[in-house]
């Protein structure tokens, strides 16, 4: 239940910048959550795209950027050094893949020719800039990613994942030939799940991972290798780490066909030497960080070889990442000085680095950086900040205990409004942000949507519960078997932390969450009455009902998480908040996507029905042609501004700010 929870992520506009704080004696003083703010809903998101699978061919930078006022699209992008940026595909072209839902890597360029999975048929197509795209495959029923061309076979090596069956689509690394006359080669297909294909720079070899149910890729996967035969097949083909119950994820190849590989087999994620079934770690003074990271989609990197044998990777403690160039030869690591709180897309060439930078005062960019560090030239912005320095809070990164003596950790939000103040001795409404996943992590990177709240004197608490990633894998690992217990546990422990420290209005603590995050807001709703209100985006309602209508990626997800179904029966029964309707009694707001093949529409509607007739405050807001995730800029637009009426009706806020009308069922005027 991995978060696409467009509207809690970067969302970023190119819009007017609003004004700079006035003077002393202009500031007024308003109570919390009333206060004015230039940052509107629309200016939260209209204009925001995201960027990503950064790609290098022909002195040409490609990548892929997303667009919300076109429903959502992906078109693909390219640069080259002294011209502007130029879009290659206009719509309805629409560079996406649905391989395990969740996607990934959706094209591949080689010697100026892309390849790319178009949305709506999920078919290949290929095409030169300039021209128009051609069919590439033409079965239906069969999803393509993570595509690399073989220049010696001179054919696309794909993760294939097969719906032309009834049942559980099947998963497959195939070659698909460039000539059309040349039939399809299956090259494996010997689990439930196959991902990052990796050809040896000589074309000899290929590396990938497997794993099998019950298992997701942060929790058992194989390391496979193998030498190419005459006719193309796999052949000697070796499994480097039989029965360790590790994750190994991103598998490279290095130069004398070493192959590279992360594991977190000592409990952090870390990069590792590959000779056999020998692993030699390579960043062992790395403490309590991680260089690796879960594979919810397919096709990233979390570290890049260069051309002189050096390792440039992001590194991740907690909530934020360090970009580090590794040695091989000594084992050595030194940080690359470079702006920003998280990094994705390295992408060394030559003597420069592409990468995606994640910033705090300022939208994600992509940037070019020489190996030093020293020379910094932006090549694409998410958007425009929009305010000045004074309107973005200064984040604090915070720990506090939780229950059975765990400490948990989280980012706090001070709400920040230079032209308005609060009056003397208040403390702000509270905001605690759940992620989704649960196996992911919240970092204090710059959102639009997150200035929506601060600037009106909402704080909020983005937290990283335990199960997230960033922390180690203990630490992920310590919400098997306890999800919907210790994370709601987390969520308690926050608001209680915040408002004994004076952060917070203990009697104005909210919780809102997507996916995953939407299920402990609905839970820390149904078992506890710590937060007044509350909103769930696609939130799981019935346990049981997602373990038995769900994709295969995530169908056996919960065996670790909760337990085996429907052996466990009883505990998902327990821990649904479906069958506890007796506890809900503050106000709950539901948001949900019509097309969610993740979590089905029929579960944010059971929740809202039974509330109804409970008499709980409550509204709920289902969007036509949205999925798991919110990708249309107008229905990121309303979600937001019904999220912040039904706050301030419920909370009894007096804003004179006029939104659109929310219909709140069983509140009384």
């Known amino acids: 239940m991995r978060i696409l929870f467009l509207i809690m992520a970067v969302c970023l506009c190119a819009c007017e910048r609003a004004p700079d704080a006035p003077t002393g004696s202009q500031t007024r003083t308003l109570p919390y959550g009333s206060w004015p703010s230039p940052v509107s809903a629309e200016s939260a998101i209209a204009g925001s795209r995201a960027l990503g699978s950064v790609s290098f061919d022909n002195g040409y930078l490609y990548w892929a950027e997303s667009r919300p006022e076109e429903g959502g699209r992906i078109t693909l992008m390219r640069w080259k050094a002294g011209t502007q940026p130029e879009e290659l595909l206009a719509a309805p072209w629409n560079v996406r893949t649905r391989v395990q839902e969740y996607g990934g890597r959706s094209y591949t360029v080689a010697n100026g020719e892309i390849f790319f999975s178009n949305f709506k048929d999920q078919q290949l197509y290929r095409f030169k800039p300039g021209q128009k795209p051609v069919a590439f495959t033409s079965e239906p029923g069969l999803r393509y990613a993570a595509c690399q061309l073989d220049r010696s076979r001179q054919r696309l090596v794909c993760v294939q994942e097969d719906h032309r069956a009834e049942g559980e689509p099947t998963n497959a690394l195939v070659a698909l030939p460039l000539d059309s006359q040349r039939k399809r080669s299956l090259l494996f297909q ?17 590396a990938f991972v497997s794993w ?29 780490n039989p029965d360790r119950e590790e994750s190994v994820v991103d598998p490279q190849w290095g130069p004398g066909h070493q192959l590279y590989a992360i594991s977190d087999r000592d409990n952090w994620w870390k990069l590792y030497r590959v000779n056999g079934q020998d692993f030699t770690p390579l960043q062992p003074e790395f403490k309590e960080s991680e260089l690796g990271g ?69 939208p994600p960019e992509l940037v070019r950086v020489n190996l030093s560090g020293d020379q910094h030239k932006v090549i694409r912005t998410a958007g425009d900040a929009g305010v000045s320095a004074a309107w973005i809070p200064q984040y604090q990164l915070v720990s506090f205990p939780t229950a059975g003596g765990a400490t948990t950790h989280g980012i706090y939000l001070p709400p920040t409004n230079p032209q308005v103040r609060a009056p003397e001795g208040e403390a702000p409404p509270l905001i605690v942000t759940v992620h989704g996943g649960p196996t992911a992590v919240s970092s204090p990177t710059f959102s639009r949507s997150e200035l929506f709240w601060t600037s009106r004197g909402f704080a909020m608490l983005k937290l990283n519960y335990r199960g997230s990633t960033g922390f180690g894998r203990a630490y992920r690992r310590s919400l098997y078997g306890q999800w919907g217990e210790a994370d709601v546990e987390d969520a308690i422990a926050a608001a209680k932390w915040a408002a004994d420290s004076g952060l917070a209005d203990p009697d104005q603590l909210i919780i809102r969450g997507g996916s995953a995050g939407g299920f402990t807001a609905l839970a820390a709703h149904a078992f506890h009455d710590t937060f007044a209100t509350g909103a769930s985006y696609y939130g799981i309602s019935d346990l049981e009902a997602l373990a038995q209508d769900t994709h295969k990626f995530e169908s056996r997800y919960m065996d670790n998480l909760i337990g085996p179904y429907p052996q466990d029966k009883e505990t998902y029964r327990e821990r649904s908040p479906i069958h506890h309707l007796q506890g809900f009694t503050k106000p709950l707001l539901l948001l949900q996507g019509e097309d969610d093949p993740v979590v089905p529409p029929n579960q944010s509607e059971m929740i809202f029905k039974a509330l109804e007739a409970q008499g709980v405050p409550t509204a709920y807001l289902a969007f036509p ?41 069983g509140l009384e005027k």
Do not use: C
């Open 190 to 206: 010997d689990s439930d799940f196959v991902s990052a294909p990796s050809l040896s720079p000589d074309g000899k070899a290929l």
């Open 212 to 240: 099998n149910h019950p298992n997701m890729p942060w929790d058992n996967t194989s390391l496979w290798s193998a030498e190419f035969a005459d006719n193309g097949q796999l052949q000697q083909l070796v499994n480097h």
């Open 294 to 362: 879960p594979a919810w989609t397919l096709g990233g990197h979390y570290y890049r070889l260069l051309e002189d044998g050096r390792i440039v990777a992001a590194v991740r403690h907690g909530g934020t990442e360090t970009v580090m160039l590794i040695d091989p030869a000594n084992n050595r690591s030194t940080k690359l000085p470079v702006q920003g709180v998280t990094f994705s897309n390295l992408l060394p060439e030559g003597k420069q680095l592409f990468m995606i930078a994640g910033l705090t005062d300022r």
């Open 625 to 665: 042609g949205e999925s798991h995730g919110f990708r249309k800029s107008e229905n990121q637009i309303r979600a937001l501004q019904a999220e912040l009426s039904f706050y301030r009706q419920v909370l009894g806020i007096d804003a004179a700010e006029q939104l659109p009308p929310l219909k709140i069922i």
